[in-house]
C-alpha cells in the first residue's frame, strides 16, 4: 500500500518497520514530527528528554543494551547532543543507532544555518541524505541495518523542504528485531584514553570499509542522458537540479554524502566539459572534489546562503531567465512574525519595555519579544543562554548593571539547560534576576510536553517538576510567582527583585492561550473613553490595530484576554461576551 506522507513522516515509518525499539528526542523545528509520529506506534517506547545531549545518551545506551535506538532533532541541537555521539563513534553499536538531524537553509525557525554534514566528518560517522519521502523511509531501514553491519552509529540528514514536503510512500511490515543479548565489554564500552587510543584504529578502518562500501551501493547512483554537462548533488538538491535541468544533465545522486566514493566521483567526472556540484549551504562535496583534483564548478557559481531553488540553477547552468512572476493586482499585506493573541508573554515584556531594562533572551515563542512594538529582548544566542549570558554582562559592567538587567527564559529552555546558568550564578555569587515564562508547554515547536507539565509524550501523568522547589534547591532564596497580565502587580515584583543584593527568580506564570485548557471567551472593544493615547498599541498585539488614526481592535482575532483592558489608563476597553 502507498500512502502520502510527509518527510519526518517516513522516517518514522522507516523506523518502525526497521523494528526500532527506543526513540529518545527533543523537540526542534524543523524535526518535531518524526518522534511525534513515532508515538502512534505503540510497539515503540518513546521519550521526550530534557534536552538533547539527554536524549542521545538514553539511545545510545539502549543500542548498547541491544535494542535499535534513535534520536532525532534539528541541527543547533546536535551541537547540544555532540560530545555523547562524537565519543559513540568509538565506541560503535550493539543494536542499531541512528541519528535523524534536520538541518534549516533559509532560518525558516533557527538562529543560524548549520551544515550537519560537517560533524558526520569530524565524528567519522557514516551519513545518509534522502531526497523525499519515499527515500526518507528506506534509507532509515538502511542506516539501521547499516550501523548493525559496520558497527558504527548512522546520521539521516534531513532539510526543511524534505522534512515537511510529502510524497507517496511504499508501506511495509514492522521487521521483527529481536533485542540483542548484553554483554560486558570494558575494552569497547569505556572511554578511557588506553581503550578510545584502541578503538580509534577502529574507527579508521571503519571509515575505510565504508568508502568501499559506498563505491559499489546502489545509494550512490548515476543517471546518464547523454549530456556533456556533469552534476553531482545530493538530497533535496537533487530535486531542484533534476526538474531544472531535466534530461540536460547527467547526474552523480549521492545518498550517501561520508563518506564519499571518491572512485565513483572521479570515474564520473572524467567523462564531462563542465561538472558542476549542487548543493545547499557548505561546499562539502565540492571541496572534497577539489581535493581529489578534480575541476569542478560550485560555490563560485552558486550562494552559500540559503535555499536553492529550480530557476537559480536554470539560470546558472542553462543561462536562462526566470519567467516573469505575476503579481497580484493589489499589494498583500505584510504579515510579520508576531506573539498570538492572547500571549502570556506579552504582559512580561510590555512591563520589561517600560521598565527600561536590558532583557538577555533565549529560544522560544518569546524570542518574539524583540520585534516591534516591544523590543525589548537584547540578546539571543541559544538555548539556555539567557542565564549564563546575563551573569557575564553583570560580571563586566559591574554590580550595579544588575539593577538594570533580567534574564528571561521558557520553562521548557529552562529545563533543557537553564539549570545550570542559575547554578553558576548562585556559586559564582552573582546577583541577577531570572525571569521564568512558565506558559504550561512546549509552545515553539508546537505544544510538546516537557518536565514541568507533568505528562510524557504520550499524555501519560507523571511527576511535576516543581520550579519553586528546583530553584530554591539550585540556592535561589527569592522565587516569586506572578500572573504577568497583572501588570501592576508584576511591574512591582521586577522592581523589588532586580534592586535586591542576591540572586533572584520570578516565574511569570500564565498558560499558553492555544492550549485547549485555556478558555478565554468574548472579545475587547473600545468605549466612547478613548482619547486615542495609543497605550494599547504598545502591546503589540495583532487584534489591535489602527484606523483611519482611531484604535481598533478586530473582534475576529481577540480572543478576549483582557490585556489590553489591564493596560488602557483610561478604562477605556471593556470586554463582551459573545
Known amino acids: 500500500m502507498k500512502k502520502l506522507l510527509l518527510g519526518n513522516a517516513a522516517v518514522a515509518r522507516g523506523a518502525y518497520e526497521a523494528g526500532v525499539n527506543v526513540v529518545a528526542s527533543y523537540p526542534g523545528t524543523p524535526s518535531t514530527e518524526i518522534t511525534e509520529e513515532i508515538v502512534k506506534f505503540g510497539e515503540i517506547y518513546a521519550e521526550w528528554s530534557p534536552n538533547e545531549k539527554v536524549a542521545a545518551e538514553v539511545a545510545i545506551g539502549a543500542s548498547i543494551a541491544g535494542g535499535r535506538a534513535m534520536s532525532c532533532m534539528k541541527h543547533v541541537g546536535l551541537n547540544v547532543m555532540a560530545d555523547p555521539v562524537f565519543t559513540v563513534s568509538y565506541i560503535g553499536v550493539n543494536g542499531g543507532l541512528v541519528f535523524c538531524v534536520a538541518d534549516d537553509p533559509g532560518m525558516h525557525s533557527s538562529q543560524n544555518e548549520q551544515d550537519s554534514r560537517h560533524y558526520a566528518k569530524a565524528s567519522k560517522i557514516m551519513m545518509l541524505e534522502p531526497a523525499d519521502s519515499a527515500e526518507c523511509k528506506e534509507y532509515t531501514k538502511m542506516a539501521f541495518d547499516l550501523s548493525e553491519k ?55 578502518e571503519r571509515i575505510e570499509a565504508l568508502r568501499e562500501f559506498a563505491e559499489s551501493s546502489e545509494i550512490n547512483t548515476i543517471e546518464e542522458n547523454g549530456s556533456k554537462i ?3 548533488t545530493a538530497g533535496i538538491a537533487y530535486v531542484y537540479a533534476k526538474e531544472a535541468l531535466g534530461d540536460k544533465a547527467d547526474f552523480l545522486k549521492l545518498g550517501m ?69 505575476i503579481m497580484p493586482a493589489e499589494n498583500i499585506p505584510v504579515r510579520p512574525p508576531v506573539m498570538c493573541a492572547g500571549c502570556p508573554h506579552r504582559g512580561t515584556f510590555y512591563v520589561l519595555k517600560k521598565l527600561g531594562l536590558v532583557v538577555s533572551g533565549d529560544i522560544g515563542c518569546y524570542t518574539l519579544g524583540a520585534a516591534l512594538p516591544l523590543q525589548s529582548v537584547d540578546t539571543t544566542i541559544c538555548m539556555g543562554a539567557s542565564v549564563s549570558a546575563a551573569h557575564g554582562m553583570a560580571k563586566a559592567q559591574g554590580a550595579e548593571f544588575n539593577k538594570k538587567l533580567v534574564s528571561v527564559i521558557g520553562d521548557s529552555t ?73 501588570i501592576k502587580e508584576f511591574e512591582k515584583v521586577v522592581k523589588t527583585e532586580v534592586e535586591r543584593e542576591e540572586p533572584s527568580v520570578i516565574i511569570a506564570q500564565r498558560p499558553c492561550a492555544l492550549l485547549k485548557s485555556v478558555k478565554y471567551t468574548g472579545h475587547c472593544t473600545i468605549s466612547d473613553n478613548c482619547k486615542n493615547c495609543k497605550m494599547c498599541m504598545k ?40
Open 150 to 204: 559496520f558497527d558504527t552509529p548512522a546520521f539521516i540528514r534531513l532539510s526543511t523542504r524534505v522534512s515537511h514536503s510529502q510524497s507517496l510512500v511504499e508501506l511495509g511490515e514492522r521487521k521483527a528485531v529481536p533485542v540483542k543479548p548484553y554483554e560486558k565489554n570494558i575494552p569497547k564500552h569505556v572511554m578511557m584514553p588506553a581503550m578510545a587510543i584502541k578503538r580509534h584504529v577502529v574507527v579508521e
Open 230 to 232: 556533469g552534476v553531482i
Open 257 to 325: 554524502v561520508y563518506p564519499l566514493p571518491r572512485k565513483k566521483i572521479a570515474d564520473f567526472a572524467k567523462k564531462y566539459d563542465k561538472v558542476y556540484v549542487i548543493e545547499e549551504l557548505d561546499p562539502v562535496i565540492e571541496e572534497e572534489c577539489r581535493a581529489m583534483g578534480l575541476e569542478v564548478l560550485g560555490k563560485d557559481l552558486f550562494t552559500l546562503l540559503g535555499e536553492y531553488t529550480p530557476e537559480m540553477i536554470k539560470k546558472v547552468i542553462l543561462g536562462e531567465k526566470p519567467a516573469e512572476k
Open 414 to 486: 529552562f529545563m533543557h539547560s537553564g539549570i545550570t546558568g542559575l547554578i553558576d550564578i548562585v556559586y559564582n555569587k552573582g546577583n541577577n534576576t531570572v525571569i521564568i515564562l512558565d506558559n504550561s508547554i512546549t509552545g515553539m515547536t508546537g505544544h510538546q510536553d516537557n518536565p514541568t507539565t507533568g505528562y510524557t509524550i504520550r499524555g501519560e501523568e507523571t511527576k511535576q517538576v516543581n520550579l519553586i522547589a528546583l530553584c530554591k534547591a539550585c540556592g535561589i532564596d527569592h522565587v516569586t510567582v506572578c500572573d504577568p497580565f497583572n
Open 539 to 578: 502591546l503589540g498585539c495583532p487584534a489591535i490595530t489602527l484606523k483611519e488614526g482611531k484604535v481598533v481592535i478586530d473582534s475576529t482575532q481577540c480572543n478576549g484576554c483582557g490585556l489590553c483592558v489591564n493596560v488602557c489608563p483610561f478604562e477605556a476597553i471593556v470586554k463582551e461576551e459573545d
